[in-house]
């Protein structure tokens, strides 16, 4: 204890004890006290009551008889002798004439009185011959009893005092000095700064059982290792959210409800180009970096989103204002405002900012290029619209053009067949005959690109769509073909896709036409068509055990007029072309795997 606390200390429970001990026995003592002074009365009383009726039983014979006889003498020494009794006051002899005797002077009040007929029995009869009348006084008994009084409340009062000193005594050895040394280690507890462990100078126990002091220092030294953790904890907690206040790069700042920054962090200094927390804490940010709209005229703080935040309880989001550095100059920020609660009450907001000039500027440019992007998409949809135009005629053209010569040839052809069929001799006839084979596969190679083109250039309308159906049709156009032709077709059912139908219905015409092609030379032929998943992509395949091809070039596969068995097979060269382009025009992707003479799968997926 310091000097300034050791002179305010006052034994208040020690004090609060020897009272209640002191008024405990006083009242005990009082109490004891009455029923001694009480019994004292009653035995004082029993006693006088007592000499009394050994007045009568011993004195009042004799005195009849001396009365009787006039012996004055003998009454006298009778009477004397009766008034030598304790707390007799007053005796008198009278008969009906005169007082014979009289010892002490009467009183009426404080006294016990006692008339005995004197009676002599004469030839047979009682005569009254007079009367004794004894008074005693209760002054003595009174007296007694105060005196009594006085030695018990005395003795009492000695045996509260020593008993009340010992009892502090032994408090204070037992108790009150063991408190200042638990109150002296309290008060030098330090939370940062635990220290040694509370020991109080008590003698050795040798049953080692604990008692209610070692029960508060247990509890104490326990609170101090309890107090450690937590501060502890509560420091590490500190530190980490410090470190990441002053990592985050975004603007970190505190306020009370009255707009009064509370705290901030490094960034927020360095956005708005103050030094020192002390520049900001405890002013009203609004008046520092929030006072003017960006056209320049005066914010109120009534209209400040981030003040009603911190009165509001609402959480709230803005980009479109700036914030002012301490040098007079701002930045486009965005804001966001969440409200501060402790114990259910709104004690204010705290405000995470970042300055969003390059990214307006790049909005800003975004939208530079984004309108110039659009004039040149207006430009180059309309330089395409102008192309789809010239190609279309240009494919009318084709058509027309070239068919007319095409058919021409092969009219004159068969013309020379049929008329001069005996002046042409067998090479004639074998020239004329591949004359028209090469019309009719040019014929087809016009067909075919024809449909290339248009390909490219019609709408697209994605809907759900049946795969299954649309390759049992085709198979089924196949077989009208070549009715003669036996094959195993397997198609899995209810395979579902979102595309365009007209064109996908062209991509099975393709596929399974290739198929029932390069199977034709083998005896068994079997056609597939089915789906796998792979990374949760729908993958859809045609399959064939035809004559395949050589992995190597499966390259040039999907090329226009690309072929890799040459003439061995009949056609053009552009249906795999077709249906890649159809596939791409789905977003989707198409791909082959084949080995020579042991059949080829193409497998293809259609984008969302």
Same mark, same amino acid.
């Given at each position: 204890m310091t000097n300034a606390q050791t002179a305010t200390y006052k034994p208040g429970i020690a004090r609060r004890l020897i009272i209640n001990v002191v008024l405990?026995?006083?009242f005990i003592t009082i109490f004891d006290t009455a029923l001694q002074l009480y019994w004292a009365y009653k035995n004082d009383i029993n006693f006088i009551k007592d000499q009394l009726q050994q007045i009568e039983d011993v004195n009042l014979k004799s005195i009849n008889e001396s009365l009787w006889t006039s012996d004055t003498e003998e009454l006298n020494t @009778? #009477? $004397? /002798? #009766?008034?030598?009794l304790r707390d007799i006051q007053f005796l008198e002899i009278r008969d009906n004439e005169k007082i014979w005797i009289s010892r002490g002077k009467p009183q009426t009040r404080n006294i016990l009185s006692r008339q005995y007929p004197l009676i002599h029995f004469h030839r047979g009869q009682a005569l009254k011959i007079g009367t004794l009348t004894v008074n005693a006084s209760l002054d003595g008994v009174y007296q007694r009893l105060l005196d009594k009084f006085w030695i018990i409340l005395a003795s009492n009062a000695i045996k509260i005092f020593l008993i009340a000193s010992f009892i502090l005594f032994i408090f204070y050895q037992l108790i009150t000095r063991h408190l200042l040394t638990i109150a002296d280690f309290a008060r030098d507890l330090k939370i940062n700064q635990p220290g040694k462990s509370l020991r109080l100078l008590r003698k050795h126990k040798k049953n080692k059982q604990i008692d209610e002091l070692d029960m508060v220092v247990n509890a104490i030294n326990q609170m101090q290792q309890n107090i450690k953790q937590a501060f502890d904890a509560l *420091?590490?907690? =500190?530190? +980490?959210v410090r470190l990441l206040m002053d990592s985050t790069a975004e603007a970190i700042y505190g306020m009370d409800r009255n707009g009064q920054c509370t705290f901030v962090n490094p960034a927020c200094l360095q956005f708005l180009g103050y030094k020192h927390q002390n520049d900001l804490v405890g002013k009203k940010l609004h008046n520092l970096i929030h006072h003017t709209y960006p056209d320049g005229h005066p914010y109120p703080i009534e209209s400040c989103p981030i003040y009603k935040a911190a009165h509001s309880g609402q959480c709230i989001h803005m980009d479109n204002e700036v914030l002012w550095r301490q040098d007079g100059s701002s930045f486009p920020a965005e804001y966001w405002s969440h409200p501060i609660r402790k114990d259910n009450e709104l004690i204010g907001a705290v405000v995470t900012f970042i300055d969003i000039s390059e990214r307006k500027h790049a909005e800003d440019e975004l939208k530079k290029h984004r309108d110039h992007l659009e004039d040149l998409v207006a430009e180059r949809t309309s330089e395409l619209t102008r192309i789809n135009s010239e190609l279309e005629a240009f494919s009318y053209s084709v058509s027309h053009d070239l068919r007319a010569p095409l058919r021409a040839i092969d009219g004159f052809s068969q013309a020379l067949q049929e008329d001069f069929n005996e002046q042409i001799d067998d090479t004639g006839k074998n020239y004329l005959q591949r004359i028209c084979v090469g019309v009719q596969h040019m014929g087809e190679l016009i067909d075919d690109l024809l449909s290339l083109s248009r390909v490219s250039r019609i709408e697209m309308n994605r809907t759900k769509v049946n795969l299954s159906l649309l390759a049992e049709k085709s198979v089924c156009k196949l077989q009208e073909n070549d009715p003669q032709r036996k094959l195993e077709v397997n198609i899995a059912d209810n395979i579902q896709a979102q595309g365009d139908i007209h064109l996908l219905e062209i991509v099975f015409d393709n596929l399974l036409a290739n198929a029932w092609k390069y199977t034709s030379k083998k005896p068994s032929a079997c056609i597939e068509f089915g789906m796998t998943k792979k990374e949760n992509k729908e993958i859809y395949y045609v *399959? $064939?055990?035809?004559?395949g091809f $050589?992995?190597?070039?499966?390259? *040039? &596969?999907?090329?226009?007029? @690309? +072929? &890799?068995? /040459?003439? =061995?097979f009949e056609g053009t060269g552009i249906g795999l072309a077709t249906v890649s382009r159809i596939i791409h025009r789905h977003g989707g992707k198409v791909w082959a795997a084949a080995k020579l003479n042991q059949g080829a799968t193409f497998y293809f997926t259609l984008g969302k």
């Open positions: 405990f026995s006083f @009778q #009477i $004397d /002798g #009766i008034s030598q *420091k590490q907690s =500190e530190d +980490r *399959k $064939d055990n035809g004559a $050589d992995m190597q070039y499966a390259g *040039k &596969l999907f090329g226009a007029f @690309q +072929r &890799l068995h /040459g003439n =061995e």
